[in-house]
C-alpha cells in the first residue's frame, strides 16, 4: 500500500512541475553567421525575433527586420512588424522552416537556407522583449501611452538591439544593437550597428540599471551624451 501511494505521490510531482515549469523553446536565444565581413544575427526571445544585417568592421548597416514569432511543427509562424528593405512586408505572415542540431540552425526564408550558430541560449535577468513606458522630462518620469508608434529593445543573454517602429504606418525611425553586459547595477551597451548614424559604432555606453516587478529602470547618457532616465516594461508574449 505504501509503495502505491509513493508511486502516485511521484506522479502527482511529476504533473504539478511540468504544468508551472514551461521550458524554453531551442529557437530561443541569439544566432550568428558571417559571409565575411557582413554578419547575420537573429534573436528569438519571449515571443519576439529581429534579423539584423550588418558589416561591423566597415560600420555598415544594411538591413533589420522583425516582429512577433511562434512555433509548430517544425515552422516559424511570423508576424513582420519592421522591415528596413521593405516597409510592405509589414503586417504579413509568412512561414518559415527551420531545424536545430546541437549549437547550429539551420533556417529556410524565402527558399533560401541559411546556417546560424549559437551565440546564447536567452537566459539572463535581462533577457527579454522590452518596450519603453516611461522617461524622465523636467524632473519627472512622464508615462508613454501604449499605441502602434513604439520603442522596443530586444534582449538575448548577452545581445541586445532596440527599434522605433509604428505597426501601423509601417513606418521605421532606426535601430541600433550589439552586445550587452548587466553586473552590480551597471548595464553596458557595445555598439556594433546604428541605422542612423555609422559613427557610433565601437561606443560603450554605461547606465545604471535595476529590475523590479518586470520594470526595468536605466539612468546615463545616450549615445549623443545627452542624459536620459528611462523605463521599459517587460512585453507580454
Not at 508551472?20 to 534573436?43: L, M
Not at 501601423?168 to 551597471?186: A, C, I, N, Q, V
Amino acid at each position: 500500500m505504501n509503495k502505491i501511494f509513493f508511486v502516485c505521490l511521484v506522479a502527482c510531482l511529476f504533473i504539478i512541475v511540468t504544468a508551472f515549469h514551461k521550458p524554453q523553446s531551442s529557437i530561443t536565444g541569439a544566432w550568428h553567421s558571417q559571409n565575411g565581413r557582413i554578419e547575420n544575427v537573429v534573436v528569438f526571445q519571449d515571443g519576439y525575433f529581429s534579423h539584423s544585417i550588418f558589416d561591423k568592421a566597415n560600420k555598415k548597416f544594411i538591413r533589420t527586420y522583425g516582429g512577433t514569432f511562434s512555433e509548430s511543427g517544425g515552422q516559424l509562424h511570423v508576424n513582420t512588424e519592421f522591415d528596413t528593405e521593405n516597409k510592405d512586408n509589414v503586417g504579413r505572415h509568412n512561414h518559415y522552416g527551420y531545424s536545430i542540431s546541437e549549437n547550429k540552425l539551420i533556417l529556410n526564408t524565402g527558399g533560401t537556407a541559411t546556417e546560424f550558430t549559437r551565440i546564447d541560449n536567452g537566459t539572463g535577468e535581462l533577457a527579454g522583449n522590452w518596450r519603453i513606458t516611461a522617461r524622465m522630462n523636467n524632473g519627472e518620469m512622464q508615462p508613454m501611452q501604449p499605441g502602434p508608434r513604439k520603442t522596443l529593445k530586444l534582449l538575448s543573454g548577452t545581445r541586445f538591439q532596440w527599434m522605433a517602429i509604428n505597426t501601423e504606418t509601417k513606418e521605421f525611425f532606426g535601430s541600433g544593437g550589439g552586445t550587452y553586459s548587466f553586473k552590480d547595477g551597471k548595464y553596458t551597451e557595445n555598439i556594433e550597428f546604428f541605422s542612423r548614424d555609422s559613427s557610433r559604432v565601437g561606443a560603450s555606453l554605461v547606465f545604471d540599471g535595476s529590475v523590479s516587478n518586470n520594470v526595468w529602470t536605466h539612468k546615463g547618457l545616450s549615445s549623443r551624451g545627452d542624459p536620459i532616465h528611462e523605463e521599459w516594461t517587460r512585453e507580454k508574449k
